[in-house]
């Protein structure tokens, strides 16, 4: 069976989910270090929400299943492990390419004007079956773009065109 995780729910906000995290263990280890005037189940209650949050934030994603075994596919929602989504029929796949693309990426901390650019490359794996694209997904990572081509190459019996580059 092939997984890939496709992004997260919250996007890139999820990238913060180690300090959210953080911040729910500084709420109890906090009344060890300091005088805290605030009742205690105030700070059970500011530290449990900040560790649910922070896991939530690292365990709720998007996700690709392919099954070869049984000839299915799915796109599904990780709510806290928990996959939910549809299984589809998987057409014969014959060709699988990896192509890249540069991209230019602007961050706008302000919503209003763009403070930097980002240069990065982007790798995408399209699974077709006579000439007809039936599947993609990206990847920013070229050892995880390849891998996955060549995992998916091997489990569909499938030929793989890299177009990197090209």
């Known amino acids: 069976m092939f997984d890939h995780k496709t992004g997260y729910i919250l996007g890139d906000a999820s990238r913060f989910w180690w300090l ?34 922070g896991i939530g934030m690292r365990l709720n994603y ?6 070869a075994s049984k000839n299915r596919r799915r796109e599904y929602t990780s709510i806290f492990g928990i996959k ?10 014959d060709k699988i390419k990896l192509t890249s693309e540069e ?10 004007s763009p403070s930097f650019k980002a240069l990065g490359t982007t790798y ?8 007809k694209l039936h ?11 390849v891998s996955q081509t060549n995992k998916l190459a091997e489990l569909l019996h499938a030929e793989v065109e890299d177009l990197r580059g090209a």
Request: hydrophobic fraction near 45%; glycine fraction near 8%; charge should be negative.
């Open 20 to 53: 959210i995290l953080a911040a729910g263990v500084f709420a109890f280890i906090s009344p060890y270090i300091t005088y805290v005037p605030v009742p205690e189940i105030r700070i059970w209650m500011v530290g449990s929400a900040g560790i649910l949050i």
């Open 62 to 67: 998007y996700g690709l299943q392919i099954d």
């Open 84 to 93: 939910k989504g549809s299984w589809e029929p998987l057409p014969k796949i």
């Open 103 to 112: 991209v230019t990426s602007w961050s706008t901390p302000n919503g209003i």
């Open 124 to 131: 995408t794996i399209g699974l077709f079956n006579n000439h």
């Open 135 to 145: 599947i993609f997904f990206q990847s920013d990572e070229e050892q995880e773009a």
